[in-house]
């Protein structure tokens, strides 16, 4: 089922989190946060949405890390009705699409529903003061690959947060699956 996120009020604070991460290691929001800003987007291993942008996604990341952003990506669907999604493939994923950020297991789901989170993907784009400043899409592809010349809509959104503080006024809300909750 398709789901798109909603509609939550930019300039919330970011809420703080510790979970553990496909390498091993356990990370807080402090520990993923860039200089210039923050990306926590809500994936999942099996959702076709997420399937379709995990290369561009992982790309655009790259780049936002070189540029003291920095990202998380968090999984919080309920495993034991989704396999694919459990802890041990998520390492896979990561590993498969040579994540170069943090790859988070929120079993208990209390960090995505901290967040507001509703879909997978779901992109929440944070300023320096972890402020809530974009809550829109990667890009205008869904399943299908995008149109040459497509604007990637979050990486401008984040750098324009790094450079300037402020966030496009018109933002298009992702869509994806729905997390899917315990």
Not at 61 to 79: P, Q, S, T, Y
Not at 91 to 97: N, R, S
Not at 166 to 182: D, F, H, L, R, Y
Request: with cysteine; charged share 25%; net charge neutral.
């Amino acid at each position: 089922m398709a789901a798109i996120s909603n509609d939550i009020v930019l300039g919330a604070s970011a809420p703080d989190f510790r979970l553990p991460a496909t390498d091993g290691k356990s990370y807080g929001l402090d520990e993923v946060a860039g200089a210039n800003g923050t990306v926590i987007v809500f994936i999942c291993n099996h959702c076709p949405y997420v399937k379709a942008v995990i290369d561009r996604l992982v790309a655009d990341a790259r780049l936002l890390l070189g540029e003291g952003v920095g990202f998380a990506a968090i999984c919080a669907n309920d495993a034991d009705a989704y396999p694919e999604d459990s802890f041990e493939n998520m390492k896979k994923f990561a590993q498969t699409h040579k994540f170069p950020f943090p790859y988070l297991h929120d079993e208990s789901q209390a960090v995505a529903k901290a967040y507001g989170a509703v879909c997978t993907p779901d992109y929440f784009g944070l300023d320096r003061q972890r402020v809530l400043k974009y809550r829109g899409r990667l890009d205008e592809g869904r399943t299908a690959p995008i149109a040459a010349g497509a604007r990637r809509e979050l990486l401008e959104a984040m750098r324009n947060i790094a450079k300037n503080g402020a966030a496009p006024k018109e933002q298009i809300a992702s869509i994806g699956c729905s997390i899917k909750w315990k």
